[in-house]
């Protein structure tokens, strides 16, 4: 199976997130979109597990004491991945948050002793709203991310994270929740 962890959004913030993403879908472009039901906050992409591997992440991961109350997220901007004048993510972004920084260190901390290596990476927490891998001008698409590129979106409390399976299908991927995990229990 193919598991990531990530946090899911409520309805009221994929609403936040549709309507500040209408400008920005009437630019003809080839981006992909993701769907509604797909748009989350990935915190950790573990990939391929076997069963046995799976049940040892949701056993260390429920036996973890995150010690922590809601995380207040605010919803902030946008902004892409890849060098210009390339877009290969198109990304709404996450206010820094201490809170959930240290959720994340007591996520990768725990999966390590699953033998999940740390991520080299800086964490960036991003909700990813559409992919592209077609050459194309999108010098208007940056525009409107220059100026919408720092604008509160929404906010949103944090009280769970989740374990995801992604099946990949022709159609995109389907994202099935596996196991809700609270922050403090």
Not at 14 to 34: N, R, V
Request: net charge positive; with cysteine.
């Amino acid at each position: 199976m193919r598991i990531f962890i990530g946090i899911k959004l409520d309805d009221a913030v994929l609403d936040s997130i549709e309507k500040f993403l209408k400008p920005f879908k009437k630019i003809a472009s080839p981006l992909k979109w993701t769907t509604r039901e797909n748009l989350h906050v990935t915190l950790k992409f573990i990939g391929e597990a076997p069963v046995e591997k799976y049940k040892q992440i949701e056993t260390l991961l429920t036996g973890t004491d995150f010690n922590t109350d809601a995380i207040d997220l605010n919803i902030t901007g946008c902004g892409k991945f890849g060098k210009s004048p390339d877009l290969n993510i198109f990304w709404v972004g996450l206010e820094k948050n201490r809170k959930l920084e240290d959720m994340f260190n007591r996520i990768e901390n725990t999966l390590e002793k699953a033998g999940i290596p740390k991520e080299d990476r800086q964490f960036k927490p991003h909700i990813t709203v559409a992919r592209n891998k077609k050459l194309f001008n999108f010098k208007s698409f940056f525009q409107l991310i220059e100026q919408d590129g720092s604008r509160l979106i929404t906010g949103t409390a944090v009280t769970h994270f989740q374990l995801f399976e992604s099946r990949l299908t022709p159609e995109g991927p389907i994202y099935t929740i596996l196991k809700e995990i609270a922050l403090n229990e």
